[in-house]
């Protein structure tokens, strides 16, 4: 039974926003990361202590359900336990997210990556890309030593999120060097748009020529840029664009590959999807000390993090509300020739304080005023150069 009054309206906030969920299921989750939250940790000890002091409840008892609200269904006591399967729970975060964002957003940034805990696990995880900051919407967990590929399990994750963005969004999924393989590039294109970074060491060809030349003389130093189609790769040949830039500052440039045209792309996009580095900061040391996690069973760790998942939410979809309340810049009103205007693209965030952080101080501020839990719809996004592509009107 909740007590809280703060804890029963993030929990009916949970319940409408996982539809999928059982009541159990749902106050379990809500529990978890509102004391998530609250404490900045995902330590089962810390937050049972912190719930079972703001619900008058002994913190064993709380321990023992939200241990068994990650268990599997024969670990946990009762004829009516059963397992939960975070997978049927991405669709509904996605939409979540999606519903927050303002109206007039045409265009999602998807971003895959990897991160590991140690030897312990290793996480593939599909984040979405928001403002300098990123939420995992769907994910896999597998132990650090297990042999094999993980094509299997990107196929999983894309399959469980393809159907769940409107058609009339235009969907990009980023992924650094490491990640790239035609299958990848073939598996993204079935559903979205890939925009996949390579190494510069490699071979290109334009259209309808046989002479192959280096990737790395397409932009050869910094401040050059360049977009077109060609056929990549002498080994494994494959049709496609290719975005092309350097920017000042960077050690390498950025070699894209999209199957978006020429005209309808912009290398610029990719400086969204270090926002997903910053996903696994908030994750550890920012926010939940997943680092320190004790679990040592993968599956039990994906559903956690569905909790660390919704805790992300909440701080992210928070603080960018927060952050609309500042007053606009007012750089787009100066002549075309003032200085503010001549300076190079700066693609670092200017934030001083990331939404996710900012949406830490917004709930601790709101809750000491008294005001109920909320969450409401972004008036706008930030008006950045790599934000922009969120406006964008190419198809």
């Known amino acids: 039974m909740l007590n809280n009054k703060h804890l029963k309206q993030w929990s009916c906030i949970v319940s409408e926003r996982m539809p999928n969920l059982s009541i159990p299921q749902a106050i379990g989750l809500a529990t978890w990361s509102f004391g998530m939250v609250v404490t900045k940790s995902s330590s089962l000890t810390q937050v049972s202590e912190f719930i079972g002091a703001v619900n008058n409840e002994k913190p064993n008892t709380v321990r023992q359900r939200l241990k068994e609200w990650y268990q599997e269904e024969k670990a946990k006591k009762g004829d009516k336990r059963r397992t939960l399967d975070v997978s049927r729970c991405f669709a509904s975060l996605l939409l979540w997210v999606i519903s927050l964002l303002p109206q007039n957003i045409q265009q999602i940034a998807l971003a895959m990556d990897a991160t590991s805990i140690g030897d312990k696990f290793i996480v593939l995880s599909i984040n979405i890309l928001l403002a300098g900051c990123g939420i995992p919407v769907a994910w896999c967990i597998v132990n650090a030593t297990e042999p094999g590929s993980w094509k299997p399990h990107w196929q999983k994750l894309i399959t469980d999120l393809k159907d769940t963005i409107p058609p009339d969004q235009k969907v990009i999924v980023a992924a650094d060097r490491g990640l790239y393989a035609d299958w990848l590039y073939s598996l993204i294109v079935a559903a979205w748009h890939p925009f996949l970074r390579i190494n510069h060491q490699g071979t290109y060809r334009l259209p309808h020529q046989n002479q192959w030349q280096p990737l790395a003389d397409i932009v050869a130093s910094p401040g050059l840029f360049w977009s077109g189609q060609i056929v990549c790769f002498k080994t494994n040949p494959l049709e496609c664009t290719l975005l092309a830039r350097w920017d000042f500052g960077y050690q390498d440039p950025w070699l894209i590959l999209t199957d978006l045209e020429p005209m309808s792309a912009d290398a610029i996009w990719y400086g969204l999807r270090p926002s997903t580095e910053c996903v696994y900061r908030d994750l550890k040391s920012d926010g939940w000390q997943w680092h320190n996690t004790r679990l040592l069973d993968p ?40 200085v503010a205007k001549s300076k190079p693209i700066d693609l670092k965030s200017p934030r001083r304080l990331s939404c996710f952080f900012l949406g830490f101080i917004t709930l601790i501020a709101d809750l000491l005023k008294g005001l109920s839990i909320h969450l409401h719809r972004w008036s706008s996004f930030p008006p950045t150069p790599v934000d922009s592509f969120y406006y964008s009107n190419s198809s």
């Open 299 to 338: 599956q039990r760790a994906e559903r956690l993090w569905l909790a660390i998942a919704v805790s992300t939410l909440w701080m992210v979809m928070l603080g960018g509300e927060a952050e609309n309340q500042f007053p606009p810049s007012h750089i787009d009103q100066f002549p075309q020739r003032h």
